[in-house]
């Protein structure tokens, strides 16, 4: 059998070479803002096509008709919901990057 080494090394700054904080996670927090940005656009747009009531080879029965807007309004909160956690966690990762002692 062959034996397999494996080096471990520390973390260095790769992104910014000349930085003095280290590279972090942090340093790629927009695309996780973009995940939820979609998400939330996601959301919406389902939340509309809830409360339209769209259907193809049918007319929606009158249920489906009364509960289209409580549930779309759901669908709604949450899509901004999502966003507002996308934009408090963009922000926040935002500050830290920006005052990282404070």
């Not at 790769?14 to 995940?35: G, H, K, Q, R």
């Amino acid at each position: 059998m062959k034996q397999v080494t494996v080096a471990i090394t520390a973390p260095t700054s790769e992104v910014y070479p000349f930085s003095p904080f280290p590279s972090t996670p942090l340093v790629n927090d927009s695309p996780a803002f973009l995940a939820y940005l979609r998400l939330s656009i996601y959301m919406a747009i389902v939340s509309v096509a809830i409360v339209l009531s769209f259907h193809l080879r049918r007319a929606a029965t009158e249920t489906e008709l009364r509960m289209a807007k409580p549930l779309g309004a759901i669908f709604w909160v949450l899509s901004v919901a999502c966003l507002g956690v996308g934009i408090a966690n963009y922000i926040s990762t935002q500050q830290l990057l920006l005052f990282p002692f404070w």
